[in-house]
Structure formats: structure tokens, C-alpha cells
């Protein structure tokens, strides 16, 4: 597949190639809504004043911050436009790393910890942060390169910078406190279990029973934490997982018991306002 290599704005969609490297710079009121993509993400960040939401916990970035966004996970960056926002974006997509899986080499393994540990930063030292630039650098020239081997070289340096950032991660000090990190204990446990349920009743009163929280009081802060309300949160991570289990093979009748949805009108609806498919016509869209 080809990789390019893009140094204007992102576009949306989905991830067709091995991977795609974006070296990006701009100041301007970047107004973003929280969103997921089907695939990967690594975005180091180089300057700016920017703060990331992650799945309800948000991370303000130092100069050369590495963040790991995993496939589905919500996210939204904050952007102060009073200075230029630079930062380097690496679209990874899943089924490429799984194929370079070598004996106990994970190259996902960095998305599968940060959403187990429930971490996603990757703070680097002076000596760490040189190294990575070089690395970077040198992937960034192979895939202008039209040269000889230029698409073997680029993979080979893309899957070199894989290893390095599961090493970088896998010495991060999960017990560490950081203090560029905040998030509300009660809605990580709060996210927890909804990911853990969602073929299960999750409303607003079990929720706030379960979790000891006034009903009000749970509803204002979890916009608050995480950008969206409650049901809409439900509701999204319900459609991320029905995608997942039509792509599977599954029928659209037994997916909408999986993903806890009342009825199947109600699936259809809110599955046709995610993806502007009913879940049948997304079935033969992705066959």
C-alpha cells in the first residue's frame, strides 16, 4: 500500500494503508468535536498550549509528550489558537501491526496497556526525546524517498519506531503521579463499567444507584469530564461495538441484543445517525 506523507490538514475517514505520517503546524481557533477513528493513533506533540481529553481524563502536553490513542477511544483536543500548535500524527492500522507480530513481540501492546492501565502519555527524558527525533526524522525522509527500496525502508523504520515507543511505554511508572493529568476517579469508574455492560440496562438511575451519585449531580458531571452526556456516551460506544460485530459477521438482529439496544427501530436509528448506513447496508459495505 502506499504511505504518504501529509503536512496540511487532516483529513477524515477511515485508514486504507499500512500507516500515515502527518508533520502539522498551524494557529488558528481549531474547534474540534470529540470523536473516534477504526484505527490507531500516536500523536507527539512538539509546541502549543494544548490540553487532550481522553476518554474522560485529560492530559496537558509538554514539548515532545507522546499520546496513544486507541482505536474507539473518544477523544478531543483543546487548542489555545494565541500559538502555533506543531505536532506530528501517525494513523496505524491494526491489521499491518498484527501481521509483524514476531514470538513475543506485541506491536499493539502499547494501545492494549494504555487502555488497561488507563494511561495514555508518555512522558520522555532529554536522551529519549534526541533519540526520537532521529528516529522521526529518518522515517519522515524515507517516505519522501522515491529511491530504490524506499517502500521497505519506511515500513522498516515505521515498525522500528513501533518498538521503540512499547519500550518507552513498557518503562512508564504506572503508579507515578503526573501532574499534567486530571480526571474524576468516579467517572473512570463510571467508564469502566459501562464498557464492561453495554449489552446490559445502563440507565441514568442504575448508573447513579450503583455509583452513589445524585442522578443530577452524575448527568452535569460527566459532560463536565468527558464532553458528553451520559446517554450519548451509551449510545456511541453501543454503534462502535455493533460496527464491530457486523464487520464479524454477526446479524443485525442478534447485534442489537449484544449492544443492549431496547428494540431494533431504536438500533437502526441510532445506528444510521453514526454511520449514514442502516445496519444491513453496512453489512454489504464492508463485506
Known amino acids: 500500500m502506499n504511505n504518504n506523507i501529509s503536512t496540511g490538514k487532516v483529513k ?6 499500512d500507516f500515515h505520517f502527518f508533520n502539522l503546524k498551524d494557529q488558528k481557533k481549531n474547534e474540534f468535536e470529540t470523536h473516534y ?6 500523536i507527539i506533540f512538539i509546541s502549543g498550549q494544548v490540553t487532550y481529553i481522553i476518554e ?3 492530559y496537558t502536553l ?11 477511544d473518544l477523544h478531543l483536543p483543546i487548542i489555545s489558537s494565541t500559538t502555533p500548535y506543531e505536532r506530528i500524527i501517525l494513523w496505524l492500522n491494526p491489521l499491518f501491526l498484527e501481521e509483524h507480530n514476531k514470538d513475543n513481540c506485541n506491536l499493539l501492546n502499547c494501545f492494549q496497556l494504555a487502555t488497561e492501565k488507563k494511561l495514555n502519555l508518555i512522558r520522555l527524558n532529554r536522551m529519549n526525546i534526541t533519540s526520537l527525533k532521529q528516529n522521526l ?18 515500513n522498516a523504520l515505521f515498525l522500528q519506531l513501533m518498538v521503540k515507543i512499547n519500550r518507552l511505554f513498557l518503562e512508564t511508572s504506572f503508579g507515578e503521579s ?3 493529568i486530571k480526571y474524576d476517579y468516579r467517572i473512570e469508574n463510571i467508564l469502566i463499567f459501562i464498557n464492561l455492560n453495554l449489552n446490559e440496562d445502563l440507565s441514568i438511575d442504575i448508573i447513579s444507584e450503583k455509583f452513589y451519585l445524585n442522578k443530577y449531580y452524575l448527568m452535569h458531571l460527566f459532560k463536565q469530564e468527558t464532553g458528553y452526556t451520559l446517554h450519548n456516551y451509551i449510545q456511541k460506544k453501543r454503534v462502535i461495538r455493533a460496527a464491530e460485530l457486523l464487520r464479524s459477521g454477526l446479524q443485525a438482529g442478534e447485534v442489537c ?3 443492549g439496544f431496547g428494540d431494533y427501530s431504536t438500533f437502526v436509528r441510532t445506528f444510521k445517525k453514526e454511520f449514514n448506513l442502516s445496519p444491513k447496508q ?3 459495505y464492508t463485506e
Not at 12 to 17: A, D, P, Q, R, W
Request: charged letters at 35%.
Open 257 to 259: 441484543s449484544l449492544c
Open 282 to 284: 453496512y453489512c454489504k
Open 137 to 154: 526524522s529518518d522515517l519522515e525522509e524515507a517516505i519522501k524517498d522515491k529511491a530504490f527500496g524506499s517502500y521497505i525502508l519506511k
Open 62 to 72: 509538554k514539548p515532545w509528550d507522546i499520546l496513544l490513542v486507541g482505536k474507539n
Open 37 to 42: 477513528h477504526d484505527f490507531n493513533k500516536i
Open 12 to 17: 477524515k475517514g477511515y485508514l486504507n494503508e
Open 178 to 180: 503526573i501532574e499534567d
Open 56 to 58: 474522560g481524563k485529560s
